[in-house]
């Protein structure tokens, strides 16, 4: 799967610690029930921040919102392909400043939980193994394989003793409580039978062997050895139980959502059901986590909580208890305090909703980026001259490259042809073909909907004499799951056929050249290089392997910057020299739907209610302020694939738009514009409004003066409060003995 660099924040649950001394050395132990820090018992709640997602000046932000948010630890994973890009040549620089992370991390006074794995998946490239690891011969990942192995235990030793030569244990006064071995084993381990059973048993006995001194944890490992402890990741975690009476039961990645592919809209996972599955986790986990959810969203001081809950997907239920009748609906979990008043219920998720709306870079004038543009030059690999290496084969792709490009060329010469027409068929494993025949792009495709393999076929002019036939080969991003996932082949598999009437010509054992990458990656266009020509007059659209290159002014501010690359093709991002992204604007998102999406009923990846569709699959890219200077110095430069049109590019800022609030009858709701004023109120009904955020409705009863006294309570203001109350807003119509609630969609500005 691909990646770009951007921000990415999942949320993640960790039963350990509260209070913190974290300039002081801290004692980690645990026991069935919990994390012990100090010998105390403790619940944690903890979020994943991947350092080399974000660039070091937006970590202490990330970081204290974090914290803001009332997160107890972050989480992250170790990134080996990034830090080893070559074998030995290691890269602690910038984003990948790993150390400066977690002391980061410790100067806010909040713990860290270090997944080294050195597997992370991750939705990253090659799932973090370096892909020159393929080039050692015997190699197989994630077994019982000692050339793996060796690899392995180097590398994670290597952070080890990074970490701890930086006092960063909780021993040794530092931030991190947990680290883990290995990542989600468990889930793929059933093909490699008993040299999978061995590795297990390796890498946790290679991991103890390093003292960290803080309890190790292995995720989705239902085999995990004593004392390496089991956690949980998934969107429900209730039914889950550790392998050992002695671990406590930690859920290590609460799926908030799930991730985007280039063909499919953005999905997202509802409020209310990722509210069940966390309140059914602390249901059936004990004491400890009942009280700690009882105290954490109410308030209230309880000695004891019952949870109530109903598993129906679609009938809501009435329960009697102790006397009282508790109103349940559908796929939901009502908290009652001290066993007698529901103070929770997971259905009636009542915080704000923010909406984040993009506006215009003010510090550009009206007039329109000016671009400049320069041919990427393709004579000598559409002819093989100078190739990389040559073969009388078809080579796979990431052993030949070992992920130093996206791009391979295969290049080669056919004698004895008559001049004519003939059929050219290519199989490849993808993910992108361009084909030229005789210096000419004659057609291109992707592979789509996560399919690693298709099947190229043209008819094409052929001359008399001889052809040559130049195959560039394109990957987005390598697979990063499943068993045996590197041996995933990539690049033209073969045959490459040439085929008239009934004669087919296999070229698959041709003498083929190959050449490694792109000109102009190779002459660092990318990078503002002086040498090269760039034209300025008649700046072509949809002319295929183009480079484009503009001058933009620093937007004012220090929201966020987006880039809107609509209109563009496939192809790579610069800004002043920092790639910025593989973009792909030219696939629309649908293969998946946005139909009306309901909470109730089993989260699955395949059930999410999505936005976005039919629209670009993405367009939008973070440009992180830490890359921009002030003034108009700032460069954009993009390498075009398919070919695009520039002329719609523009920069944005991110900020709040729109923000919600739902709160039940007698309870008061809560609006802040974060950064600005309530500038309009959009919708306001108290009574039964219907819908959500964005997509409020009225409903059948409601108190008819509520949208004037909401106005008038909350325009101009940064924040304002209103008790959803008959006093106030007046009474409600005709309504009966409907459960009312009020409903508030505000914009800010
Ligand atoms: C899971 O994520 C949700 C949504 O961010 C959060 O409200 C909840 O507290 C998390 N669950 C746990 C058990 O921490
Ligand atoms: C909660 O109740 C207990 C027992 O009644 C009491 O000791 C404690 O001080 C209370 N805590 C708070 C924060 O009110
Ligand atoms: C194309 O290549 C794939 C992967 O190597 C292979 O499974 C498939 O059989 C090939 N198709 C043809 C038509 O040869
Ligand atoms: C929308 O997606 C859902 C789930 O994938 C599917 O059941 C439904 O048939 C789709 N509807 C349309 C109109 O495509
Ligand atoms: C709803 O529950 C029924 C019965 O248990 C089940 O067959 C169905 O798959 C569930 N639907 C969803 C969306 O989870
Ligand atoms: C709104 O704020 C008030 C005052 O801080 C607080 O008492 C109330 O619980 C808040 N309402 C909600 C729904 O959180
Ligand atoms: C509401 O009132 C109707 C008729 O007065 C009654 O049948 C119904 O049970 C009531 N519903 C609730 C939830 O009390």
């Not at 960790?14 to 018992?41: E, M, P, T, W």
């Not at 170790?78 to 002391?103: M, T």
């Not at 054992?509 to 050449?515: A, G, I, L, V």
């Amino acid at each position: 799967m691909a990646f770009s660099k951007s921000v990415f924040l999942t949320l993640a649950i960790f039963l350990a610690c509260f209070s913190l001394r974290s300039s002081n050395a801290a004692d980690v132990s645990h026991d069935g029930r919990a994390i012990k820090i100090d010998g105390q018992r403790r619940i944690l709640i903890s979020g994943s921040i991947h350092y080399p997602r974000s660039t070091p000046q937006m970590w202490p932000e990330l970081i204290a919102k974090a914290k803001e948010g009332g997160l107890d630890a972050i989480e992250t994973y170790v990134f080996w392909n990034a830090h080893e890009p070559q074998r030995r040549q290691y890269n602690f620089e910038g984003s990948l400043n790993i150390i400066r992370f977690l002391k980061e991390i410790k100067s806010a006074g909040l713990y860290a939980v270090l997944r080294i794995g050195p597997y992370v998946c991750a939705e990253w490239n090659h799932g973090g193994l370096p892909a020159w690891l393929q080039k050692t011969p015997g190699m197989q990942f994630r077994t019982d394989n000692q050339p793996f192995k060796n690899e392995m235990q180097i590398f994670v030793t290597k952070i080890v003793n990074m970490v701890k030569a930086e006092g960063l244990l909780a021993p040794q006064g530092g931030p991190v409580i947990l680290t883990q071995i290995e990542n989600e084993y468990g889930n793929i381990e059933g093909p490699y039978g008993d040299a999978g059973k061995r590795y297990v048993q390796w890498s946790a006995k290679m991991a103890e062997a390093l003292n960290v001194g803080v309890p190790w944890i292995m995720c989705q490992q239902d085999d995990a050895p004593q004392p390496m402890i089991n956690t949980c990741n998934g969107f429900y975690c209730h039914d889950f139980e550790p392998n050992n009476k002695n671990s406590p039961k930690m859920w290590t990645e609460n799926w908030t959502g799930w991730f985007k592919n280039w063909d499919a809209p953005d999905p997202h996972r509802p409020a209310e059901d990722v509210a069940y599955a966390v309140a059914r986790f602390f249901q059936t986990g004990g004491t400890l986590q009942n009280y700690y959810m009882v105290t954490k969203f109410s308030g209230n001081n309880v000695t004891s909580a019952c949870f109530l809950s109903n598993e129906g997907n679609s009938t809501d239920a009435t329960f009697d208890y102790e006397g009282k009748s508790y109103f349940l609906p559908a796929w939901s979990v009502s908290i009652l305090a001290d066993c007698k008043e529901e103070i929770y219920n997971t259905a009636k998720v009542d915080t704000q909703t923010t909406v984040k709306v993009k506006k215009p870079n003010l510090a550009e004038d009206e007039s329109k980026l000016t671009w400049s543009w320069a041919p990427e030059i393709l004579t000598n690999q559409v002819k093989g001259k100078n190739p990389s290496l040559k073969a009388n084969k078809l080579l796979e792709q990431v052993k030949t490259t070992a992920d130093a490009s996206d791009y391979l060329w295969y290049i080669t010469s056919v004698d004895n042809l008559q001049e004519g027409k003939m059929t050219l068929r290519v199989n490849t494993t993808g993910h992108g073909l361009y084909v030229f025949v005789n210096g000419a792009l004659i057609g291109s495709q992707y592979a789509l909907n996560d399919h690693f393999s298709f099947i190229f076929e043209s008819t094409i002019d052929v001359k008399g004499g001889t052809n040559v036939i130049a195959l560039l080969s394109a990957t987005v991003g390598l697979k990063n799951y499943g068993s045996f996932y590197e041996t995933t082949p990539v690049g033209i598999s073969g045959p490459v056929q040439l085929i008239a009437g009934n004669t087919a010509i296999d070229l698959s054992n041709n003498q083929w050249s190959y050449k490694i990458g792109i000109d102009g990656l190779g002459k660092q266009l990318h990078l503002k290089n002086q040498h090269i020509k760039w034209h300025s007059r008649t700046v072509p659209t949809k002319r295929p392997f183009t480079w484009y290159k503009t001058n933009f002014e620093a937007p004012l501010g220090s929201d966020p910057v987006v880039v809107d690359l609509q209109g563009m093709g496939k192809g790579m991002a610069w800004v002043n020299g920092e790639n910025i992204g593989r973009y792909w604007p030219k696939i629309t998102a649908t293969s998946k739907n946005c139909t009306a999406c309901d909470y109730r009923g089993e989260f699955t990846a395949d059930r999410s209610c999505n936005t976005g569709c039919n629209e670009p699959g993405q367009r939008w890219y973070h440009v992180p302020r830490e890359y921009l200077k002030p003034g108009k110095t700032n460069t954009l430069i993009l390498f075009e694939e398919f070919g695009g049109n520039p002329s719609s590019i523009n920069f944005q800022t991110v900020v709040v738009g729109t923000i919600c609030a739902t709160v039940n009858e007698k309870e008061t709701l809560n609006l802040t514009c974060e950064g600005g004023k309530i500038s309009g109120i959009n919708f306001a009904g108290f009574g039964n409004p219907q819908g959500t955020c964005q997509a409020f409705t009225k409903g059948t009863c409601e108190a008819p003066g509520t949208l004037e006294k909401v106005k008038q309570e909350c325009i101009g203001k940064l924040s304002c409060s209103i008790l959803a109350d008959e006093g106030l807003l007046g009474a409600c119509t005709p309504c009966g003995n409907v459960t009312k609630k009020l409903a508030v969609q505000a914009t800010c500005s």
